[in-house]
C-alpha cells in the first residue's frame, strides 16, 4: 500500500519496554525488510513524520535512522525524491538463512613473534589522547574493586576465555553500537589486537593456505599471516574498499580475508554494502573465514558509527576483533575477539595454552568503567576531542600544501598526506623521526610494487598546541623551512 510519502510501513513491531533502544530496532528492521526483498531495491520509504505517526516513535527517531542507513549504503537520499532503497544490492544476499555452524577448524601451531614494541613521538597514527583520559576516575574505580572484591577472585589463576562480567559488558556494548550478533559466550578477552591475529593464524591457517589483505594494509596483519606461511594475496583498495570482486577472480579459493571494513588502514575508505555482501557470500560459499578489525570504528566524525560486518554474517563465517589499546591506553593491553560459536572451545584452549589468561584485576577495573556508563562517555567526549584535533592540523597543514596535500577523514585518528611521486616518504619519514616525529611511511603498507607515496599523520594522541609545533618539525623535515 503506497502514501503520498511513499510505501505504508505499518508492518513493524517495535518494544517500547526492551533493552534494545528504540532506534535500533527500527534500524534492524528496515535493514532487514531490505536485505529479505521485503522492501525491494527503488522503494521510497515514507517520509519521516509519517513513519514516526505509525510506529509511535519520535520524528527524530526515524530521521536519525533513515542517516544512518543512507551512510551504511542501504538507502539514498535526494532532495525532492525522498527516501529510496538502493539500487545496487546484489541479488545472491537478498536472503535471510537461519544460522548454521561451520565446519570446525583445521587445528595447526605455527610460531608468531609479537611485533616490536614502537615509541610513542608526535603525531603517532596509534595513540590515543593520555592527557584527555580521566585519571582520577579510572584510579578510583580500581580503589573500589580492591576494596569490594576478595583478593582471591583476582590473585588466582583466571578463566583463559576472560572475566565473566567483562564479557558480558562488551557483548552488550557490541550489541547495541556496533549492530553486532553476540552473546557473552562468544567473546573471547586477549592481550590485544594483535594477539587475535596470531590465534587467527595459528588455528585457522596451514601453510600455503592464501589470504586476502587490503592493499596498502595493516602491517601487524601482514606480518602475522607472513610468519604463518600462507601466501598474501594484496587486494587493492578504493574509495569504496577492498575490491572483492578483484579477489575473487584472483584466488578464489583463499582461506581468510582481513579487512577493515569501518575505516580502511591506512587510507580510510568505508566498505561499500555490496562489497560487504559479495565478500560475506564468498565466504559463506567457500567456507572461508573473515577477520574483521573494527580499528577506528567508534571514531566516526559524521553520523553515528557504522554498523559491523559482523552484523551481516548469517552463517558465522566472520571473525570480528577490537582493542581498548586505541580507545583508552595502550599499556592496558586488553582486547577482544567475537567469534563464531564453531571456533569458541579452538580459541580458548589456544589462548590457555599461550599465556593462561588476561590479568584479572584489569579486567575488573575495566569492567566497572564499561557497566557505569564511563565508556560511553568517554567515547563520545574524544569523538568531539579528535574532531578538533583534526581541524587543527588540518589548518596547520595548509602552509604545507606545495609539500604535501591532505583532506580530513570522517572517522579514525589519522589522516594521510599525500606527498609528489618524486619524494621518497621513507626517507623523509626517518629523517622526520629523529626531529621527534613518529609519521609512518605511506608506502610501507603496501605489498604490491605500485606504492603510493604519503606519510600517516596522527592528530588523537597530540595536544592542539603540540601539533601547531610538530608541523613546523614537519615543514622542517619537508625542506619547507620554520615559520
Known sequence: ????GGIKIDWISLDPQ???P???????ALRQAILSGQLPSGTRLPSSRSLAQSNGVSRNTVSSVYEQLVAEGYLESQTGSGTRVVNELPDKQLHFKPL???????VERQTAPAAPPKTSKLLSPSLPAADAFPHELWRKLGNEVYRREDPVAWMDYGDPAGYWPLRQAISDYLTSSRGLQCSPSRVLIVSGAQQALDLVSRLLLSEKDTVWLE???????RSVFERSGAKLLGVPVDESGMNVEWAKAQAPGARLAFVTPSHQYPLGAVLSLKRRLQLLDWAQSNKAWIVEDDYGGE????????????????????IYTGTFSKVLYPALRLGYVVLPESLVQSFCEAKALMDGFAPVYAQMQLCEFIQRGHFNAHIRKMRLLYAQRQQTLLTALSPLSGLLSAEGC????????????????????????????????????????????????????????DIVGACKLLSRGLGGGVS
Open 299 to 318: 571514531y566516526r566524525y559524521a553520523g553515528r558509527p557504522l554498523m559491523a560486518l559482523q552484523g551481516l554474517d548469517t552463517e558465522q563465517r566472520v
Open 215 to 221: 592493499d596498502p594494509c595493516y602491517t601487524g596483519a
Open 410 to 465: 570522517e572517522s579514525g585518528m589519522h589522516l594521510v598526506a599525500r606527498l609528489p611521486a618524486e619524494r621518497r616518504d621513507v626517507e623523509i619519514s626517518t629523517k622526520l623521526t629523529s626531529l621527534g616525529l613518529r609519521v609512518p611511511a605511506l608506502s610501507r603498507h603496501y605489498l604490491s610494487a605500485n606504492k603510493q607515496q604519503g606519510l600517516l599523520l596522527g592528530f588523537a594522541g597530540t595536544s592542539q598546541e
Open 1 to 4: 500500500m503506497k502514501t503520498a
Open 22 to 28: 528504540l532506534f535500533q530496532q527500527l534500524g534492524d
Open 18 to 20: 526492551g533493552c534494545t
Open 100 to 106: 548454521q555452524h561451520p565446519q570446525e577448524p583445521r
